[in-house]
Nanobody
């Protein structure tokens, strides 16, 4: 009923920039918090940044000052602008969203995208 589709990953040199985008579609009544998480090989999935429907943001300490999250509520999208990338930023990045699904009975659920690879060469 609801899908999150990510785009924008790839290979970049250290110090470079990438922009990740995620679009939510389906039977959506309302989107609450949207965010990005990442998972490096052999590690747990960690929060990168989140943004509420009102625009309040939260960042992992490791990305503060380098990454910016923003959303377009009219298009149901969330974007992560990543600047000054470091090799330790390399991971699979996952879009996450808490969505109220507009089914016959509305319910809130947590959705994940399929992940997009970010590789940073030193």
């Amino acid at each position: 009923q609801v899908q999150l589709v990510e785009s924008g990953g790839g290979l970049v040199q250290a110090g470079g920039s990438l922009r990740l985008s995620c679009a939510a579609s389906g039977n959506i009544f309302r989107i609450n918090t949207m965010g990005w998480y990442r998972q490096a090989p052999g590690k747990q999935r960690d929060l990168v940044a989140t943004i509420t429907s009102g625009g309040s943001t939260n960042y992992a300490d490791s990305v503060k000052g380098r990454f910016t999250i923003f959303r377009d509520n009219t298009k149901n999208t969330v974007t992560l602008q990543m600047n000054n990338l470091k090799p330790e930023d390399a991971a699979v990045y996952y879009c996450n969203s808490i969505i109220v699904v507009d089914a016959p009975l509305r319910y809130e659920a947590n959705f994940w995208g399929q992940g997009t690879q970010v590789t940073v060469s030193s």
